[in-house]
């Protein structure tokens, strides 16, 4: 089945039989054989395959408020976290910074043996094997895993989250920076998150005897400038243009497709940027996305474009007289920094989504104040 069908399906699903049982079920890590509980619809929504206001309208039309309101606050957590780092995009690249500055701790014992699932934590070496096999684990697991990583293994949080971003098929940079950031204590500065063997043989399936974990530890500290800068969109100009597709919003054209008038699509290839560092599991998944995203350029407008490069970009505006190249906006990330390099050089515009702007700067502040902006989210595009 195409993935985008597939992605409907699960959604569907998922809210006609488990969504009710959500929020007192959602915490327990089952194993990856029993995921009822949670939708695990990450990796479609990270890459847009399900864009958010179909999740949340999907999961609305099936209960009321009340019973939802779990699950519609953690779908919003995504926008949120997504949000608060386009604000503050020197912490990516201070986390970039940091992971260069770090790269010979790769070659180092600490590092070998735990991302090779051998260290002396059963379930870390547990999560570590199930992380490499299903490109998944579960929240609390994530939760628990980079608590072990930073306080227990003291590695560097960096490190940490530079493992989940190539592993996971959900790898997302602003949920996952942000959320290692939230454990190690620096994101609610001073509070830090500590997995406990208490905590870990309650709430997973699998249980641990003798686990001996830094369940004392104190927070993270680092000096870091989080001043907000404000969010910037494109003007976009539609004339001679050339719309370029990419699997970080996979669903743009098929909703956008009758809205705008663009003379030219073709699909950008960001592989070709991950290619050294990302997983093959995460690869394999772009590239299937990549290709449904082809089949629609084909199907409805008969382009068979790929862009895999600056250069291969250039050769189309120059043989299709392109005056003005427009993306569905990109968010931090390395698919961004690719494009925003060669912003400086070739007029690329980001078309931004609605949902977006409307959104990112309600993330100033912590997610509280972004909770009491839900039911105006929800008033516009939901209800
Ligand atoms: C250290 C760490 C790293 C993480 N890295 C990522 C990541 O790279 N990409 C990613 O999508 N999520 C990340 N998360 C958040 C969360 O763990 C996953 O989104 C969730 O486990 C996905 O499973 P699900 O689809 O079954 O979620 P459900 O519980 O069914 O939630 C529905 C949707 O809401 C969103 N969501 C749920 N919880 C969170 C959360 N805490 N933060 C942000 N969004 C959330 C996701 O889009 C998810 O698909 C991370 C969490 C931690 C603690």
Redo the contacts with the bound molecule.
């Keep these: 089945m195409e993935i985008r069908a597939q992605a409907l399906e699960k959604l569907e699903y998922?809210c006609l039989n488990h969504l009710s049982k959500?929020s007192t079920q959602?915490n327990f890590d089952n194993g990856p054989e029993y995921?009822e509980n949670?939708?695990?619809?990450?990796?479609?929504?990270?890459h847009r395959i399900l864009d958010?206001v179909e999740?949340l309208k999907t999961s609305y039309k099936k209960f009321s408020y009340p019973i939802i309101e779990k699950?519609i606050q953690?779908?919003?957590?995504?926008t949120?976290?997504k949000g608060w780092l386009e604000m503050r995009p020197q912490l990516w690249k201070k986390y970039k910074a940091d992971l260069n500055k770090l790269k010979d701790e790769v070659n180092k014992e600490e590092y070998q043996n735990a991302t090779m699932a051998q260290t002396k934590i059963e379930p870390f070496n547990d999560w570590v094997k199930e992380l490499k096999e299903h490109g998944?684990?579960?929240?609390h697991a994530?939760?628990w895993?980079?608590s072990i990583w930073i306080f227990t293994l003291n590695l560097p949080w960096q490190l940490?989250?530079d493992f989940?971003?190539k592993h996971?098929l959900?790898?997302?940079?602003a949920?996952?920076t942000l959320?290692?950031r939230?454990?190690a204590g620096l994101q609610t500065r001073g509070k830090n998150y500590l997995a406990t063997s208490w905590n870990i043989n309650k709430f997973s399936k699998k249980k641990y005897n003798n686990l001996k974990l830094n369940e004392n530890a104190a927070p993270i500290l680092e000096s870091e400038n989080l001043t907000i800068q404000p969010l910037h969109f494109d003007k976009v100009d539609f004339s001679n243009s050339l719309l370029v597709i990419h699997n970080l919003d996979s669903v743009f054209l098929q909703k956008y497709k009758n809205k705008f008038q663009f003379n030219h699509c073709a699909l950008m290839d960001f592989n070709t940027v991950l290619e050294n560092n990302f997983s093959k599991k995460v690869l394999d998944f772009k590239s299937a996305i990549n290709i449904e995203i082809l089949t629609e350029l084909k199907n409805n407008f008969g382009s068979n474009l790929i862009i895999k490069n600056k250069d291969d970009l250039l050769k189309i505006i120059t043989n299709r007289n392109i005056k003005n190249v427009i993306m569905p906006y990109l968010t931090c990330g390395y698919e961004n920094d690719y494009i925003s390099e060669i912003k400086t050089k070739i007029n690329i515009s980001y078309l931004v989504r609605e949902y977006d702007q409307f959104c990112f700067p309600f993330a100033n502040k912590g997610f509280f104040a972004f909770k009491d902006q839900i039911p105006k989210i929800l008033a516009k595009f939901v209800i």
């Design positions: 998922f959500y959602r995921r949670v939708s695990e619809l990450s990796k479609y929504i990270s958010e999740v699950f953690e779908v919003l957590w995504r949120y976290w998944y684990l579960h929240n994530r939760m895993f980079a940490g989250a989940f971003l996971l959900d790898g997302d940079p949920s996952n959320s290692w939230w454990v």
